[in-house]
T-cell receptor, first 114, second 111 residues
Framework: EPEVTQTPSHQVTQMGQEVILRCVPISNHLYFYWYRQILGQKVEFLVSFYNNEISEKSEIFDDQFSVERPDGSNFTLKIRSTKLEDSAMYFC????????????FGQGTRLTVV | GQSLEQPSEVTAVEGAIVQINCTYQTSGFYGLSWYQQHDGGAPTFLSYNALDGLEETGRFSSFLSRSDSYGYLLLQELQMKDSASYFCAVRENTGGFKTIFGAGTRLFVKA
């Protein structure tokens, strides 16, 4: 069964450093998303991406965040200068072009900022 | 803005039936989804309702009333492995049809 793949599964970084979280969405999917989940809290929407551009971003997704689809398969989330409060699980999700289909989530990257 | 309300915690015994309610407010409602998440895991899709009524998938059913901005997830024949967090989530018709999650209901299934 096709799946969304995220790497790395766990990343530890120092405050102020840049991190890039990688995702390989399901191959024929057209809509891509990043979500984050702080430990014990709900899953929060960060950004949606369609047709090689951002469709919508939340208030969390400030200038420190950026997304890219550098080639036909990868979808990346970059945090330019990490803060302690960026520590969370980051989930990538993708959905096909059919509107009544669910989003499939990757297993997540646990980001720990120290 | 959006808001979703669901109970924070529910406890039930193995073999029982449990219903998790969800009310929502959103400006661009497209459908209501339910996701299951075990500790340390990813959200896993359970069901989706775009129209009013009941959708059944095995032991799980989901209901939607668009006029009441209300839905529920019904879990039957509870098993210990059903202990997890359950999120109702609104799919919006803006922003790439993003999904906005509620705070989640923690389900504890006891023997």
């Amino acid at each position: 069964e096709p799946e969304v793949t995220q790497t790395p599964s766990h990343q530890v970084t120092q405050m102020g450093q840049e991190v890039i979280l990688r995702c390989v969405p399901i191959s024929n999917h057209l809509y891509f998303y990043w979500y984050r989940q702080i430990l014990g809290q709900k899953v929060e929407f960060l950004v949606s991406f369609y047709n090689n551009e951002i469709s919508e971003k939340s208030e969390i997704f400030d200038d420190q965040f950026s997304v890219e689809r550098p080639d036909g398969s990868n979808f990346t989330l970059k945090i330019r200068s990490t803060k302690l409060e960026d520590s969370a699980m980051y989930f990538c999700a993708s959905r096909s072009g059919l509107l009544n289909t669910e989003a499939f989530f990757g297993q997540g990257t646990r980001l720990t900022v120290v | 803005g959006q808001s979703l309300e669901q109970p924070s915690e529910v406890t039930a015994v193995e073999g029982a039936i449990v219903q998790i309610n969800c009310t929502y407010q959103t400006s661009g409602f497209y459908g209501l989804s339910w996701y299951q998440q075990h500790d340390g895991g990813a959200p896993t899709f359970l069901s989706y309702n775009a129209l009013d009524g009941l959708e059944e998938t095995g032991r799980f059913s989901s209901f939607l009333s668009r006029s009441d901005s209300y839905g529920y997830l019904l879990l039957q024949e509870l098993q210990m492995k059903d202990s997890a967090s359950y999120f109702c989530a609104v799919r919006e018709n803006t922003g790439g049809f993003k999904t906005i999650f509620g705070a989640g209901t923690r389900l504890f299934v006891k023997a």
